[in-house]
């Protein structure tokens, strides 16, 4: 067996931390002007993030759109289908209320879920997109920061750690 070249430690790339697994940390978002609140997820795993992108074509397999794109054809997007199963993923609660005053709960099956986020009124459902739409936007922030710290590492020895 061969063995590994040594690599001078001063050209190996820093070592970086990453979480290999999403959490399932959530924030709870009140939708302002309404007495409702929604509980959003902070981070998606990577197979409901894929979900979410692939739900933008509409009933296109990958082969079928790598076809459609090598010969020309169009493809057909579905904005709508791809909102509504944002919704479905990123909402883990809430005490949205049906037109008797009882809280509806949110079913298990996602394919469930996103037939109730379909029967939200628009203003609900734009609010609680901006609302999901907030809290991704967080996150994300959050991730460059930490990149941006990685990447700028505090000297050793200069009093602040």
Not at 5 to 19: C, F, G, H, L, R
Not at 52 to 68: G, H, N, P, T, Y
Request: hydrophobic share 40%; charged share 30%.
């Amino acid at each position: 067996m061969k063995a590994r070249p040594e690599v001078p430690k001063s050209t190996q790339a820093p070592i970086e931390t990453v979480d290999c697994f999403a959490s399932d940390e959530t924030k709870t978002v009140k939708l302002i002007p309404t007495r409702y609140w929604v509980e959003v997820k902070r981070h998606l795993d990577a197979g409901e993030q894929a979900d979410i992108d692939e739900a933008l074509f509409d009933s296109v397999s990958m082969e079928d759109r790598e076809a459609a794109a090598a010969t020309g054809r169009k493809l057909y997007l579905s904005l709508a289908k791809q909102r509504f199963l944002k919704l479905a993923v990123f909402v883990v609660d809430w005490n949205l209320c049906d037109e008797t005053g009882k809280t509806v709960r949110l079913p298990s099956p996602l394919q469930d879920r996103v037939v109730v986020m379909r029967k939200l009124s628009r203003r609900m459902a734009e609010l609680i997109g901006a609302a999901v739409d907030d809290v991704a936007a967080e996150e994300l922030k959050a991730l460059e920061a930490d990149a941006e710290d990685d990447a700028n590492p505090t000297p050793a020895g200069d009093g602040t750690g």
